[in-house]
């Protein structure tokens, strides 16, 4: 089973709509290297996995492929937050959905001339399940072999890789929405490397001298650095609410990265960020409801949010 907490894995910073940035983004979401790949992977490998004595194994890429759920749901929020808003144009829910904006603007004319259209044509000013160039994420990209060394061998180039597209996003946009969101991911993915390699140390392979991968300057971004002084490369969370979990068995010792820390899968889960929910965007027709429409929509989420906190209790 899996329980959501309303929070968001980390923060997304707050800066002007980029609709590039946004196309760009969406490579690290739907493209071959990307977060929908990880996730499905992952979790594909530990629905599949056999050998009850591999459960640390089984458990270490579950834990990591249920981060990656966390993954997705960030990027692609940063990914809406980028598009969210159309230059020029004031529009009130109230007004006339073909009211244009201030001076006759034509409210989705960025649409014509920015980014991937279809954000706006289709998606509603939000994040689809396509690479940069609007090729559909596809399940063949899903790697599960049954053999575990070969598994944790492609999820150490899928993380490799994804992290090497990461540190190129992020010099492609100064955004601070956009590099809140890459420069996170780019120490995930290395925590997930580091995590992966520990893995196959205790097979018999040493990547000691080889990670990580790329051999980049990212400690000079300065959000990056940041967390890296945090130690966010090295932490492993389990995300098991009944502490079950074996991959501590693995995560342990000194970081293959050889950056002088240690591993540690002690957390359940990191810390979160406040959610909220996007604005309306009335040129989009987006959501659409009526007055009594939003009337129905709020009794009905009251009363599943008393339903969850009478079964679960409040969660923090």
Not at 143 to 170: A, F, I
Not at 279 to 295: I, V, Y
Request: proline share 6%; with cysteine; glycine share 10%.
């Amino acid at each position: 089973m899996y329980f959501h907490v309303q929070e968001f894995i980390n923060e997304i910073a707050a800066d002007e709509p980029d609709p590039a940035a946004a196309n760009a983004l969406q490579e690290g979401l739907g493209g071959q290297f990307g977060e929908m790949r990880t996730m499905m992977q992952y979790l594909f490998q530990s629905i599949n996995f056999r050998g009850p004595d591999g459960k640390p194994y089984k458990d270490l890429i579950q834990g990591i492929g249920t981060e990656e759920i966390s993954h997705v749901e960030l990027i692609g929020t940063t990914i809406a937050r980028l598009l969210d808003g159309s230059p020029r144009y004031q529009g009130k829910p109230a007004d006339p959905v073909d009211k244009p904006g201030s001076g006759g603007a034509v409210p989705l004319n960025i649409a014509l001339s920015e980014g991937n259209i279809h954000h706006y044509l289709v998606g509603a000013q939000g994040a689809l399940p396509v690479d940069a160039v609007g090729n559909p994420w596809m399940g063949s990209y899903v790697y599960n072999s049954g053999n575990l060394v070969l598994d944790l061998l492609y999820n150490l180039m899928l993380e490799s890789t994804g992290r090497l597209q990461k540190c190129r996003l992020y010099e492609m946009t100064d955004n601070k929405t956009a590099r809140s969101t890459i420069s996170y991911l780019i120490v995930r993915d290395q925590a997930h490397e580091n995590a992966y390699a520990k893995a196959l140390e205790t097979l018999g392979v040493n990547w000691r001298t080889s990670l990580p991968i790329p051999k980049t300057n990212a400690e000079s971004f300065p959000e990056v650095k940041r967390l890296l002084e945090m130690g966010l490369q090295s932490k492993i969370y389990s995300f098991d609410l009944t502490g079950q979990s074996q991959a501590g068995k693995i995560v342990q010792g000194m970081s293959p990265s050889g950056d002088g820390t240690h591993l540690d899968a002690s957390e359940q889960t990191p810390a979160g960020a406040p959610m909220t929910i996007a604005p309306e965007r009335p040129e989009e027709f987006s959501p659409g409801a009526d007055a009594d429409l939003r009337a129905l929509i709020e009794a009905t989420a009251a009363m599943e949010m008393a339903d969850i906190d009478a079964t679960f209790g409040r969660m923090k």
